[in-house]
């Protein structure tokens, strides 16, 4: 595809790589493609990274109509850069896009844009071990018209931000609360679409929490508030009992993209891992009985992240005596390695520039 690229003419320079944080700087280019129906994708550019104009009936102000991605370029051990699984953030904004009635991407032509962005960028990408270039597509509604229905009318962009590792101290297992009242989403509702509403709605339950001393909240199911869906913004696992288990994926649910990969890195070690549902009573039993051995959070920004106490109701629980476990480490490492280049990648995982 042809992209029309005009370079800033008022280069920045790369920040500190010990000073960097999580989507706080960006780089000195943007990429924008329009949308109309009956004329599909066009005008693909790279333009200088500025501030948007958008008609005060634009859509995505109004319905919320917005759909995003987010994925990193990784620093290779051997100076080169690589992306971790790129088509399967494509087929999920496609999917993503599908239920929130926005127009589809020709998943060849998006790797190519994330391809060449990267590659126009790539002094941004940091070198130093756990950090990358976070790279954030994402597509709006943009009818200039108050009228509800699918639009007509769209635009994608993609941005990216230096990123500092995660882990600026170490992995720290974390504090979470099971979260009672609110839900993050329903069965039926837009669980497993990546939109910008389904993360505004549970901002609310992450403050209260937050406010208690919790990092996070442990989601339950929308309908019965009874089966165990995410962490935060990531999805979770845990080892009962020598079983790895991690909720299903019923629809209200993101399926995350180091899920997965978890899921098959856990096979490949020997690991029984079960996708089933999880009530909360089981989970309680669990950590009552002392048969939850390890419990963790997983998604692009943190890779895994440890969970080390779980509050539910007035009880606090402490989680493999309060520190990282011997899978999560295993998984912490092994992805860890295969993203920067340190590991063979026997999965055909890697992708790069
Ligand atoms: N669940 C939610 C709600 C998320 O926002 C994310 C992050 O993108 C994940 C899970 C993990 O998905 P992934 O591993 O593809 O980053
Ligand atoms: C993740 O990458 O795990 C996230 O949850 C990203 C978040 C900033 C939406």
Redesign the pocket.
Known sequence: MEIKITKTTTPSVMPAEDKLGFGKVFTDHMFVMDYEEGKGWFDARIVPFGRISLHPASTVLHYGAEIFE?LKAYRRADGGVQLFRPMENIRRMNNSAERMSLPLLDEQDALEILTKFVQLEERFVPKSFGTSLYLRPFMFGNDESLGVHAVKRATFMLIASPSGSYYAEGINPVKIMIESEDVRTVRGGTGYA?CGG?YAASTRAGERASKKGYSQVLWLDGVERKYIE?VG???VMFKIDGEIVTPMLTGSI?P????KSCIEVLKKMGYTVSERLLSVDELVSALESGKLEEAWG????AVVSPIGKLAYGDKEYVVSGGQIGEVTQKLYDTLTGIQWGKLEDTFGWVYKI
């Open positions: 987010g990546k389904n995410e913004a990531m999805n993101l995350g993209i180091t899920r997983c998604g692009t920004a």
